[in-house]
């Protein structure tokens, strides 16, 4: 007999509105993220347009890609901006410190600038503090978006762009306790109300990223010492990667073990909130950014350009992040999945002109109508799995399950049977009306660990799939490895 499940919808009890940014990307220097995902130059044979690829940037403008991250990462903090920008084949080549090789600087501001504009996205900068100054990031901030007659706005008008872009999100540094300068937590927060002094002074709308980190110590540490000058971060950021065994042979504890990331995640996101819901008395809102986050596999090194399989279960568990994502709507202010193209959980594949959209991509296609829409509560009364979270032993529900509520009132329902092998018969309902009837849309696969192949017919995507109401309610057998999202009358 199939596991079963309860899904309860309450609308009218909100986690607030789901900021289109939860559902954000990041694009580093790095393997063959920029350098053939998004750059290859105006005279490949692969169709471009000033030197960035069209297949690529227009998938991500079909999911309406809201936010991209970049230059790093660790690139960040060894880049300097002016290096990019210019005449292309002046432009200086420089070793890549952090991943090997080097980057002729061919893909630098305005590139990046203009393939955001192409896919419809904000874009988001992260500042070099490893090995930069406050007067370097500053500079960027005036060359990017101050609209008066200086040396740096005369520069970026020579260069190609009279009118400013507004970029609105910085970040003061990334990983700052490691690859992004080794400091401690007290040294970074001078160094953030250094840059943060200046840069906001330049362009007070800009939004500052300032670094936190998931180790128990740096955000107490780095919020007291900052604690007089909160004023000055919109967001703290963190990171966490999930790794379980081999990307694509993986034992049933290890796939589980993947998804129990999902609950570390959490647990990093409320520790974050918590604190810095503890030094915001006053409620100002910091956002908690969770700027890189994804599965992280073993095939993912140095050599490989931190390439990896991209399988039905790393689907999954971008389906179940993204339901905790939405669940967590009133303290996220962003998310960035690691990495858009190519590296690690990446939604695209290339191989020379063919592209390939993982699994991945099709969970952030489906959860489209999300985006900025009103999280409401979703219980779940499912059966469930032991998973270890840290130390602890934790219920992982088999089904998981989000829900919103767009202006018109429309419910989108988001729901993931984990299981890697049954099916579950579940009943979702509202707790306050009936369902007249659903439209949906399902994924599944043959395998856990089957993935699609750049220049062939993804063996992977989405389908419509019927939906069966009986009594204002639905019943439906969810299959394993599947994510369906259900728009619902009422
Ligand atoms: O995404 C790969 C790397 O992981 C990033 O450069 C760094 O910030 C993180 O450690």
């Given at each position: 007999m199939s596991p079963t499940a309860t899904v309860t919808i309450r609308r009218d009890l909100s986690y607030g509105t789901i900021r289109p940014h939860l559902y954000g990307h990041f694009a580093e220097h790095l393997g063959r993220c920029i350098y053939e995902g998004v750059w290859v130059g105006e005279k490949s044979s692969i169709p471009n347009e000033n030197g960035i690829r069209k297949d690529t940037v227009a998938a991500l403008g079909r999911i309406d890609a809201p936010v991209i991250r970049w230059p790093g990462g660790c690139f960040a903090d060894a880049y300097h901006w002016e290096d990019g920008i210019g005449e292309r084949a002046r432009r200086p080549r420089r070793p890549n410190h952090w991943w090997s090789g080097e980057d002729t600087n061919a893909f630098g501001t305005h590139e990046f600038l203009e393939a955001c504009e192409r896919i419809g996205a904000q874009p988001y900068i992260c500042l070099n503090v490893g090995s930069g100054t406050p007067q370097e990031a500053l500079n960027w901030l005036e060359y990017c978006n101050y609209a008066g007659d200086t040396e740096y706005t005369r520069r970026r008008a020579a260069n190609g762009r009279p009118k400013p872009w507004h970029v609105k999100y910085w970040a003061v540094g990334n990983e700052s306790w490691g690859c992004g300068g080794s400091f401690t937590a007290t040294d970074y927060a001078k160094e953030f109300r250094r840059f943060a002094t200046y840069l906001k002074r330049l362009d007070p709308g800009a939004e500052l990223i300032l670094c936190g980190h998931t180790a128990r110590d740096w955000n107490p540490e780095l919020l007291e010492e900052l604690r007089d000058h909160l004023h000055l971060v919109n967001h703290l950021s963190i990171h966490r990667y999930t790794s379980a065994g081999d990307g694509c042979t993986f034992t049933v504890d290890e796939y589980w073990r993947l998804m129990s990331g999902v609950r570390v995640m959490e647990q990093d996101i409320l520790a974050a909130a918590g604190l810095l819901r503890a030094y915001t008395r006053d409620h100002r809102f910091i956002g908690v950014s969770l700027d890189e986050w994804g599965a992280w596999h073993p095939q993912a090194t140095v050599e490989t350009g931190l390439s990896q399989p991209n399988t039905l279960r790393d689907a999954l568990f971008a389906a179940s992040s993204l339901n905790m994502f939405n669940r967590h709507a009133d303290v996220l202010s962003m998310t960035n999945i690691a990495q858009t193209i190519n590296v690690l959980q990446c939604l695209i594949v290339t191989d020379g002109p063919d592209i390939a959209l993982t699994p991945t991509y099709y969970v952030y296609e489906l959860y489209r109508p999300h985006m900025g829409a009103n999280a409401v509560v979703a219980d779940v009364d499912a059966s469930a799995v032991t998973v270890m979270v840290g130390h602890e032993q934790r219920a992982l529900p088999i089904l998981d399950a989000s829900a919103s509520k767009d202006t018109e009132g429309s419910l989108t329902v988001s729901v993931v049977n984990r299981h890697p092998s049954d099916a579950v018969e579940a009943r979702l309902r509202l707790d306050d009306g009936q369902v007249v009837g659903a439209e949906a849309t399902q994924m599944t696969g043959p395998a856990a660990n089957a993935e699609n192949a750049a220049?062939?017919?993804?063996?992977i995507r989405p389908t419509n799939c019927t939906i069966e109401v009986r009594g204002g309610e639905i019943a439906h057998l969810f299959p394993p490895l599947s994510v369906t999202v259900m728009r619902l009358r009422t």
């Open positions: 220049g062939k017919e993804p063996l």
